[in-house]
């Protein structure tokens, strides 16, 4: 077991938008969160992430309690996220945002960077091995030099996972990591999600892409009105009454 959420709580004023949420993911798994617009899995990630605190309940990773840390706690941790929407600097080039991505979790402090000291020298060498190194993991060795704003659509989406990659994480939260393309633009991301598994990164993943889920998750939770309503493998998820009528409707998704 890598991560535990037990009976996580967040309300927003008037809203429960994630309601006693009980969780497992095991190390080494892709894991997935599906279910409806408003279900709560965006928030589910802030929670974990740290971006909001939890009115209740907990989160651990590897039995550690990271209940309400900071988020860069949390990434210090081991748990790194993407975003719904591409949180890139597009006027950056693609090398750019993943130094910047390798900065912004790395330790060597104001004042080492100031005084360029031993240690801050260190870390640059690093960060430049860490960032060629997760490049050519993403498969844009080629467009390290381009302008984010000069990638495909595709290409941001799989540097934007390289952000997160970057920082060596032990679990890598991706929000819906193939939104807003056309199915045949998803395998790539698909192929990387696999790699990111076989790597031995634990994977979480909320997405809409019922046959891509099916294909990559070896545990799925379903979410409806911030509510768990199954969990399971993805045979098991995909013939659950419950789901079926919340979620799936008459979509065939064997
Ligand atoms: N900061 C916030 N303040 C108030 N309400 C919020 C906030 N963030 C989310 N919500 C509400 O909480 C509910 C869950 O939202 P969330 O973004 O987690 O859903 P989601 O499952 O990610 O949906 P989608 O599939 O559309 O991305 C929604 O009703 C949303 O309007
Ligand atoms: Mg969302």
Redesign the pocket.
């Known amino acids: 077991m890598l991560l535990k959420i037990e009976n996580l709580t967040k309300r ?2 008037g ?1 429960v ?1 994630v309601n006693e949420v009980t969780f497992q993911v095991n190390e080494g798994d892709i894991f997935a969160i599906i ?10 990630f802030n929670l974990i992430s740290g971006m909001l605190r939890p009115t209740s309940g907990q989160i651990y990773l590897q039995d550690e309690d990271i209940t309400g840390l900071k988020p860069y706690k949390i990434a210090q941790k081991g748990i790194a996220r993407t975003f ?1 929407t591409t949180a890139l600097f597009d006027q950056l080039r693609v090398a750019d945002n993943l130094a910047i991505g390798y900065k912004l979790r790395t330790t060597s402090g104001f004042w080492s960077t100031i005084f360029r000291t031993r240690r801050w020298k260190e870390d640059k060498e690093k960060c430049t091995a860490k960032v060629m190194e997760t490049l050519s993991f993403i498969g844009l060795a080629e467009k390290a030099f381009n302008f984010v704003s000069t990638l495909s659509q595709e290409e941001q989406k799989r540097l934007a996972i390289g952000v997160a990659l970057v920082s060596d994480p032990k679990i890598i939260l991706l929000d ?1 990591p193939t939104g807003g393309l056309i199915q045949e633009d998803t395998d790539g991301i698909t192929n990387l999600i696999k790699k990111i598994k076989a790597a031995g990164i634990t994977v979480c993943i ?1 997405e ?1 892409k019922m046959r891509m889920i099916m294909d990559l998750a070896d545990r799925i939770v379903v ?1 409806n009105y ?1 509510e768990k309503i199954a969990e399971g493998t993805p045979e098991e998820v995909s013939k659950d009454e419950a789901v079926i009528k919340a979620y799936l409707g008459g979509e065939y998704i064997a």
């Open positions: 927003f004023e809203l938008a279910g409806p617009n408003g279900a709560g899995k965006t928030t589910l719904q819906e909320i809409h979410l911030g």
